[in-house]
């Protein structure tokens, strides 16, 4: 049986979720983790989510590669569906149809192959996002498959771990779609933080949501992760020890992350 639960909850002290919003304790947001079978069925933390009920649209998704997740397992399985733990909030097809945007992943279909319950939960309509069609196959696509690839990378990490969404303040939207009235984010963010034995390493991407055209060079979107706070006003990885927090989040090394 699928596992999720609300805050507070053991997930909310991983060192890939963010501080929870107020929001979450009066009632405005939810925060759910999305369990998985793996291929030896053994029930694996997929990725979870802080889940916005008024903009109907997640604030951030956060998950992490290691040696089990990052395996190909499985293909793309366009399960699209309402969550089940959020269902009347994402029932959301008919809102996206005829408005000019993609159903746009948050935790990417393809980072979500090692197993085929792992990868059908990417269709849950709290991951996805309304999405430029040129800025989901462009820009954003190939920032996806950098970080995928750092996640297969063991001499980069033990643990990748990512925290990704679209912004949905009130100054930070496009406007809405469907009846629904979906917030679509006028930006769109990574934070990246890898553990490698003690050593930690981190870097943040933050776009704004246009079109771009191709070759793309996404390390003119980096910034610290301690700006990426400033611009968000979400508080990445503070589940670190302060001292190891505070030296990371001010790092942006290109250098650092090969192909970048």
Known sequence: ??????????????????????????????????????????????????????????????????????????????????????????????????????????????????????????????????????????????????VRGWGGLSEVRDTLYVTKGGTIEDNQILGSIGENKIAIPKYFFMAILAKKGATYKSIAFYIEHKQYTAPYNVQNYTLSVDDLETKTGIDFFHNLPDEIEKMVETQKNPVDWPGL
Not at 80 to 85: E, G, N, R, V, Y
Not at 128 to 142: E, H, K
């Open 1 to 146: 049986k699928e596992d999720a639960t609300l805050f507070p909850t053991k997930e909310a002290y991983r060192i890939e979720v963010p501080r929870l919003s107020n929001n979450v304790t009066e009632g405005g947001a939810a925060y759910i983790a999305h369990y998985a079978k793996d291929i030896g069925g053994n029930n694996t933390l997929n990725f979870s989510f802080e889940y916005n009920f008024s903009k109907h649209h997640t604030r951030w998704v956060a998950f992490t590669f290691d040696s089990k997740t990052i395996q190909s397992n499985t293909s793309r399985s366009d399960a699209w569906a309402p969550d089940p733990l959020l269902l009347q909030y994402t029932n959301n097809d008919a809102d996206y149809r005829g408005s000019g945007y993609t159903r746009g992943h948050l935790v990417a279909s393809a980072d979500r192959l090692f197993s085929k319950q792992a990868n059908e939960q990417t269709f849950y309509f709290s991951n996805i996002s309304p999405q430029g069609y040129s800025f989901n196959t462009g820009i954003w696509a190939d920032l996806e498959s950098k």
